[in-house]
């Protein structure tokens, strides 16, 4: 059974910083790219990050410069560490693993953290 755990979600003022965490069971966590995406109220799912098994990573234009997505394939776990946060990075946080071996792609949510920047 796939588990991906959130965790590091909460309340921060403007300009403040969160290190969101994802704790990822029953996959070879190793061979997945693992990536952040977030969902506003009334908007749709959007990418934030991803990470790929190699370690190459991709960023949202919105959160480049300010948000540093890393992996610890010794702990099966990947971070989102969030930096000069703001009022419209206010979302549900999720954690996704993919991977893609053709045709077939395996993909994952977990179940989402909230992150609420206001002052």
């Known amino acids: 059974q796939v588990q991906l755990v959130e965790s590091g979600g909460g309340l921060v003022q403007p300009g403040g910083s969160l290190r969101l965490s994802c704790a990822a069971s029953?996959?070879?966590?190793?061979?997945?790219?693992m990536g952040w995406y977030r969902q506003a109220p009334g908007k749709q799912r959007e990418l934030v990050a991803t990470i790929t098994s190699g370690g190459s990573t991709n960023y949202a234009d919105p959160v480049k410069g300010r948000f540093t997505i890393s992996r610890d394939n010794a702990k099966n776990t990947v971070h989102l560490q969030m930096n000069n946060l703001k009022p419209e990075d206010t979302a549900v946080y999720y954690c996704n693993a993919r991977r893609t071996i053709a045709p077939v792609t395996n993909n994952y949510w977990g179940q989402g953290t909230q992150v609420t920047v206001s002052s």
């Open positions: 029953g996959i070879n966590f190793m061979i997945y790219t």
